[in-house]
Each structure stands twice: as structure tokens, then as C-alpha cells.
């Protein structure tokens, strides 16, 4: 079945700087999700990209969507405490009205 | 607007017990999707719901059964629980009627099966 991996799993850095968290689909998606779950809570909603090399930004956040459409990844620019939590991407999966999520990445800050 | 609840917010199970999980979406949503996550499993879909059908179903046994009201509220079932089903059920809405669009989380109903 379709499949939608992240690495790293875990990333610990130094606050300041940078992490980058990679997503990759077995399939090509016709849109992704972001989502960032912090501890404690529930996942929520970040970004969604839609077309083929799309790159958004939200303040330090940069998100890109493969050529492809079968990968995208998610770039933190001078890592902050806040920025703690656990970052899932997700795409549409073999019905549209069903969601995968991937494996997600955990990123802990160093204060 | 209101954001998604969930109730209960705790609830402690034996093996062989069953279980519902009440779920209200954000007003006007009515897609409902019910997802489990666990540490080894990450978000694992359930199923989903719209207009009191189930447009889709995870790979999950038939222990796991949901359903949805006229109101969109949705109820999850878990019958014969086993020690394997303790999680954190997450509900989450969307105005999606033909694609899948954002997902509106609601704070989750930790299980704990002993």
C-alpha cells in the first residue's frame, strides 16, 4: 500500500540553528500537508502544497514540494524552544478522502 | 468558532471491554475522520465520515466501528479491546466534501487498556 516516509526521526539541536525534516511518498500526490504536533497535543495544520516545485514560507518555515510530487520537506531557520514538537507531513492517500500521514519528525531544542 | 471536542478526555479499559469515543466537529464540518497514534505507529487513519457515510476505512480489524449523527457528530466503537488498542484517538474535521483538505484536530481520548 501506499506509503509516505520522514527522516530523521528524531533531530536534537542547538537553539539557533537550522532543521530541515524530509518527506517521501511512494506514490505521486496530488497535494501535501504540514502538520506540528507539540507535546502534549494534538497535530496542527501548518501549510498545504499543491503544485509541482512550489516553495511557501511562513517567517522562518520554508516548504517545498519535490518536481516530482513525491517528496517535500520542511526547513526551520534558526531554531527557537517554541519550535519544539513533532512535525508530520501527510498526503491524500489511494481514496481522496483518506489522509496519510507520515512516520514524523521529532525536533528538540537545546536552550 | 468552537474547535473540535473530544470526550472523554481519559478513559482507563480492560481487555475484553468495549469503548465509545464522542467526537464534535467544528460547526458547518462535515467530514469527520477519526485517527490512532501510537509511539510505534505514528497517526494511523481509521475512517472517515461525511453526511452520516463512510467514504473510506483504515486497515484496521472489525473491533473498530464509528459512526455519524445528522448533527455530523461521530461516534467511534472498539469492541473486545485488547492490551494492543491502548492510544490516543484523534478526531479531526474538515469542510472537505470531494478532497481531502485541512484537518481541524480535536484534543484526542487517551486510552489505556490494562
Known amino acids: 500500500g501506499q506509503q509516505v516516509m520522514q527522516i530523521p526521526q528524531y533531530q536534537h539541536v542547538q537553539e539557533g540553528e537550522d532543521f530541515t525534516t524530509y518527506c517521501n511518498s511512494s506514490?505521486?500526490?496530488?497535494?501535501i500537508q504540514w502538520y506540528k504536533q507539540r507535546p502534549g497535543g494534538h497535530p496542527v495544520f501548518l501549510i498545504q502544497?499543491?503544485?509541482?516545485?512550489e516553495v511557501k514560507k511562513q517567517k522562518r518555515l520554508t516548504f517545498q514540494f519535490g518536481e516530482a510530487k513525491k517528496n517535500s520537506s520542511l526547513h526551520i531557520t534558526a531554531t527557537q524552544t517554541t519550535d519544539v514538537g513533532t512535525y508530520f507531513c501527510a498526503g491524500p492517500g489511494d481514496s481522496s478522502y483518506k489522509l496519510i500521514f507520515g512516520s514524523g519528525t521529532r525536533l528538540l531544542v537545546r536552550p | 468558532k468552537a474547535g473540535v471536542t473530544q470526550t472523554p478526555r481519559y478513559l482507563i479499559k480492560t481487555r475484553g471491554q468495549q469503548v465509545t469515543l464522542s467526537c464534535s466537529p467544528i460547526s458547518g464540518h462535515r467530514s469527520v475522520s477519526w485517527y490512532q497514534q501510537t509511539p510505534g505507529q505514528g497517526l494511523q487513519f481509521l475512517f472517515e465520515?461525511?453526511?452520516?457515510?463512510?467514504?473510506n476505512k483504515g486497515n484496521f480489524p472489525g473491533r473498530f466501528s464509528g459512526r455519524q449523527f445528522s448533527n455530523s457528530r461521530s461516534e467511534m466503537n472498539v469492541s473486545t479491546l485488547e492490551l494492543g488498542d491502548s492510544a490516543l484517538y484523534l478526531c479531526?474535521?474538515?469542510?472537505?466534501?470531494?478532497?481531502?483538505?485541512?484537518?481541524?484536530f480535536g484534543p484526542g481520548t487517551r486510552l489505556l487498556v490494562l
Open positions: 506514490t505521486t500526490l496530488s497535494n
Open positions: 465520515y461525511f453526511s452520516e457515510t463512510q467514504r
Open positions: 502544497l499543491v503544485k509541482s516545485g
Open positions: 479531526a474535521s474538515s469542510l472537505a466534501r470531494a478532497q481531502v483538505a485541512t484537518q481541524y
